[in-house]
């Protein structure tokens, strides 16, 4: 029997954190406060890979006295599917992690040296931040604390002894060499699956819930994922306008909110407009397939008031994002917004993160924790709804709340637990599936599977306003692309981490879709033509995946309404 020294270079730790995004480098330096050896691992540069740099710098923020009101509003928006113990847990955390992130140097607008706390919705604040800067400047208070760093290293599986998580098995992206990372604790911090169809999140493939699948962990709400939002067609990315979905119009001039939504925006006051996303990309479908397509958003035609809210002049980040699409339109397609229509057109942007957690951000394996967009649905902290698909600020929210909490109890835990050593056999197992495809012959790529699970996923009419046939469909193409990954080969080291990508992704198209038409009912961001209705006395209920047998099982589990402080009318 070989040692495992002999199968790649062996690195021990007490705590590994998967993933240097905002979740695991929070995670990291709250791990610190107890002496135990953190390291964590990435395969970008840390400090400036994940969504974190590139995802607007927006937290919500509000005083912690008004945590229960925020909590009865958000629930009847999720429509009571929350695992309301951790939309308590967020609410208690929201104010004290943002001054916790201020004290480690995030570079936060300030206001007379304080926070700049910015009135946003009637329900909560938004605090901003440098977003580019912000995990140079957490991994800079990492390192301080004494957090290890291993950059360009992919990790895909973990490593279990018995029943377990003891580690991971990763390979360089620059050489290529085998790293076997042991550790007493675990922490998947490495998003959710964006399915490389917005290039500013390409980056996440859902290769955090994949290896928790795999190692036994429980998934939950996978339905809720797969949002989208709209922008600008010629420049192919979100239209920064704080209120532009009010002036979405038809080829007729139209305005096709209040043609088909009007409740949502019909006598409303500036700010109580509802923005639903369902509901708009439904509203610029039928108008699409009744022939009054394209869909435009004419600036020409406001008011300067509208025009003012829509830039959000009082709002200084969203103000810049909104300044960034003009920008966009003028030096990329050639057109000033102010002189034509712009063609707008629904965009999907993914954002599954089923990992199923506790309010320790512990999984349902021993030593396995997660933290960040992986759990972000699995914990239902916002119910029937992805956070980052419903409400601005909410997506960043859950990555330093989840990090600080893991990175205290996986802390506690490595700091008490006996170190296992991985045996041989297990290491062999985990190898011989990783590296499989590394130079077998193939007549496919990864991009043809990705190109198949991009034809399941993409369109609205599979993932977002569902049927039962069309879902079927989906899944056809979902298990064939999953048949067919035998047939790709990996020529080189970056090919290999673009397989496992592609096979991660596949797995979470299985995961949403099967998901999906197993729930008959229609509730928060999961929309069934078939089931239009809320169905609470059969529907009041959590899907669950787990591996058996090498397959998804899915099973139902009853929301525990009556423990809980805000239940359906």
């Known amino acids: 029997m070989k040692k495992i ?21 929070c995670a990291a330096i ?11 691992v990435d395969k970008g540069g840390i400090g400036w890979a994940g ?41 208690r955390d929201v104010h004290k992690t943002v001054m916790r992130l201020e004290s480690l140097g995030l570079p936060f607008s300030k206001k007379g040296g304080e926070v700049a706390i910015l009135p946003f919705e009637k329900m909560y604040d ?31 599986d973990l490593l279990k002894h018995e029943n377990r998580v003891a580690g991971a098995l990763g390979f360089g992206l620059v050489d290529g060499k085998r790293y076997i990372l042991q550790a007493k604790a675990v922490l998947i911090a490495v998003g959710s699956c964006r399915y490389m169809v917005e290039n500013a999140f390409a980056v996440n493939s859902g290769e955090g819930p994949a290896m928790a699948y795999r190692a036994g962990a429980q998934l939950r709400n996978a339905e809720f994922a797969n949002s989208y939002t709209f922008g600008a067609r ?58 009054r397509g394209p869909i435009y958003l004419d600036l020409r035609k406001l008011t300067p008031d509208e025009m003012d809210r829509l830039m959000a002049k009082n709002i200084p980040v969203l103000q810049q994002l909104a300044d960034e699409s003009i920008t966009l339109l003028k030096e990329k397609a050639g057109l000033d917004p102010m002189k034509g229509r712009i063609e707008m057109h629904p965009q999907f942007i993914g954002g599954q993160g089923p990992v199923r957690i506790d309010l320790d951000c512990r999984t349902t394996v021993e030593g396995l924790w997660a933290a960040g967009d992986a759990p972000s649905l699995g914990s ?33 835990y490595a700091a008490s637990a006996k170190r ?80 496992h990508q592609a096979e991660s992704m596949a797995l979470a ?57 805000v239940k359906p009318d």
Not at 31 to 36: R, Y
Not at 60 to 75: K, M, Q, S, T, V
Request: with cysteine; proline share 5%.
């Open 126 to 156: 938004l605090t901003v931040f440098d977003a580019p800067k912000s995990l140079v400047k957490l991994k800079g208070a990492a390192k301080a604390k004494g957090v290890q760093f291993l950059d360009k290293i992919y990790v895909i």
């Open 234 to 291: 010629l420049v192919g990315r979100q239209f920064g306008g704080l209120t532009a979905f009010l002036h979405l119009e038809n080829a007729l001039g139209e305005k096709i909110m209040e043609k088909h939504y009007p409740e949502s925006v019909v006598g409303k006051k500036p700010g109580e407009e509802r923005r639903d996303f369902r509901q708009i990309a439904d509203a610029m479908i039928k108008e699409a397939e009744a022939g």
């Open 51 to 91: 969504q974190t740099p590139v995802g607007g710098g927006m937290i919500i923020h509000f005083n912690p006295e008004h945590a229960d009101d925020w909590c009865r509003w958000l629930i009847p928006h999720g429509e009571y599917l929350h695992d309301q113990d951790w939309t308590y847990a967020v609410a």
């Open 420 to 499: 296992f050593n991985i045996d041989a056999g297990e290491v062999k197992r985990v190898k011989k599936r990783v590296f499989a495809p590394l130079g077998r012959k193939g007549n496919l790529n990864s991009g043809d599977i990705i190109y198949e699970v991009h034809k399941a996923m993409v369109p609205m009419k599979n993932t977002f306003l569902r049927e039962a046939g069309r879902l079927k469909n989906a899944l056809k193409i979902i298990e064939g692309a999953k048949k067919n990954l035998p047939k790709v080969s990996a020529p080189d080291f970056h090919e290999l981490m673009r397989y």
């Open 380 to 412: 239902g902290w916002t119910g029937a709804r992805a956070s980052g698909g419903s409400y601005r600020g909410f997506g960043l929210c859950f990555a330093p709340i989840s990090g600080f909490r893991a990175g205290q109890t996986i802390s506690e």
């Open 5 to 25: 020294e002999e199968l790649g270079q062996v690195i021990s730790t007490d705590v590994l954190v998967l993933g240097g995004g905002m979740a695991g480098l």
């Open 30 to 40: 709250e791990a610190k406060e107890k002496p135990v050896d953190v390291l964590v």
């Open 509 to 565: 198209a299985e995961f949403t879709t099967k998901a999906a038409l197993m729930r008959e009912e229609s509730r928060g961001q999961h929309y069934r033509e078939d089931f239009p209705n809320r169905d609470d006395k059969n529907w009041l209920k959590w899907i669950v995946i787990q591996e058996q047998d090498g397959v998804p099982k899915l099973l139902t589990e009853p929301v525990p309404i009556e423990k809980y402080k």
